[in-house]
């Protein structure tokens, strides 16, 4: 991997509208698509200029951000081949998943994570927040293997680590000493809430888990509520033990899936609180239409997914994510952005000429790694960008496209 060094550059391009801010004095036109013509200079990695390109020089490219990946799971990447879930449904993944522990070595995951990590970076992304499956028999030593990987690549990627655990694993002596040490990395601590719900048994575990995270002042990312059956019943679990702790704690809820299945008025209450409590959402609408509510026999209609729209009416900062990447849990993908936008979209009906579409999959993501740069284009931004041979969002969305992607400005090289 090399990049070609640029100190200066200009291009001609079409942005969208709503991921680009200049100031009040430049008027930018804005076609039926949302884009906007622009000129755009960058100096030393950053953004110099950006002016209003009205009548002037055609293009045939579009800019995005690079993009940011909010959930991933790079530690078992590309495992489908030996690990196939050729039932198709969650039981399944699990098992199969659990079986991968059994030959998973420290080199194994390394590797497959540097695979994905290159990839991720030739198609696009600037960051990635991955979970690594976390558990008792584990090799310890994974963990510098990764943190190695983090600094290996820092010139081009941000990487960020959920150490993913069964719930119990943190309430142990063995949790306890991991989260000291994902502390010290900058990592995050995750768990899985998934039903059947025992209540009591799940009350007692949230709560030692977000007791420890705030003892180490810690973030906490939890798979929840991937399921169609009981709708929302870890969500409103979590809701009351986060109103009975005096803590607080930054929270991330993946999936959050079966909300979906619960009355209109149900979900925007639950809406409001999640925004009132600052909690964050991936939805993760590749897994969860692929392994949720599958039926041999009959297409389902119910196809529970975190409800972005009602979510997003209420404030709540969603992003969406691409999860499993060719394995038990997923079969298909190839940490490229634009698999993940040009399915989602379409699947969650959303229009990509909307600031709210956009927002889920450029600027949320950024939000929720701390990343410094939210990917709004303005000037003193970094350049870091993706060129694109397209004029319109169906060039975008055509599975064949032609990109050039710059890290601060210089242009990357495979
Ligand atoms: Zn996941």
């Not at 949720?292 to 389902?300: D, V």
Request: one cysteine or more; aromatic letters at 8%.
């Amino acid at each position: 991997m090399a990049l070609i060094l640029n100190d200066f550059g200009k291009l001609n391009v079409l942005v969208p509208r709503s991921l680009c801010s200049v100031s009040d004095e430049i008027n930018l036109e804005v076609n039926q698509e949302g884009f906007s013509p622009v000129e755009i200079s960058w100096e030393k990695g950053f953004i110099s200029a950006i002016k209003s390109n009205p009548n002037g020089v055609k293009t045939n490219k579009i800019l995005l951000p690079r993009f940011v990946e909010p959930h991933a799971h790079l530690d078992k990447s590309f495992s489908w081949t030996d690990y196939p879930n050729l039932k198709s449904n969650y039981k399944n993944a699990l098992l199969v998943n659990l079986e991968e522990h059994d030959t998973r070595t420290s080199e194994k995951v390394i590797t497959r994570a540097e695979n994905s990590i290159e990839l991720a970076i030739k198609n696009g992304y600037r960051a990635i927040r991955t979970h690594v499956d976390t558990y008792p028999s584990q090799d310890i030593g994974i963990w510098s293997g990764l943190f190695h990987l983090q600094e290996k690549y820092s010139k081009f990627l941000k990487l960020q680590f959920v150490a993913l655990a069964p719930m119990e694993y943190w309430t142990t002596i063995e949790g306890e000493k991991l989260a000291q040490i994902i502390k010290k990395n900058d990592g995050i601590i995750g768990g899985v809430i998934v039903p059947p719900l025992n209540k009591k048994k799940f009350a007692n575990l949230i709560r030692a888990t977000l007791l420890l995270a705030d003892k180490y002042q810690l973030e906490v990312d939890f798979h929840i509520d991937e399921s169609s059956t009981e709708p929302g019943a870890g969500i409103k679990l979590l809701i009351k033990i986060l109103n009975q702790l005096e803590i607080k704690v930054p929270i991330t809820c993946s999936h959050l899936s079966s909300i979906s299945l619960l009355r209109n008025g149900q979900i925007n209450s639950l809406a409001l609180e999640i925004a009132e409590r600052g909690i964050k959402v991936v939805a993760l609408p590749m897994t969860n239409f692929w392994l949720l509510n599958r039926n041999e026999i009959n297409t389902p209609l119910e196809r529970p997914i975190a409800p972005i729209k009602q979510l997003q009416n209420s404030l709540v900062d969603v992003s969406i994510g691409s999860d499993n990447v060719q394995d038990s849990w997923y079969p298909f993908g190839n940490f490229d952005p634009f698999y993940l936008m040009s399915l989602a979209m379409p699947m969650l009906q959303l229009n990509p000429w909307d600031r709210l579409s956009l927002s889920a999959l450029f600027n949320a993501p950024a939000r929720l790694l701390n990343m410094e740069w939210d990917g709004v284009i303005k000037e003193g931004c970094p350049a870091d960008f993706i060129v694109i041979d397209a004029i319109s969002w169906a060039d975008i969305f055509k599975c064949d496209i032609q990109r050039e992607v710059f890290v601060k400005g210089n242009l990357f090289e495979k």
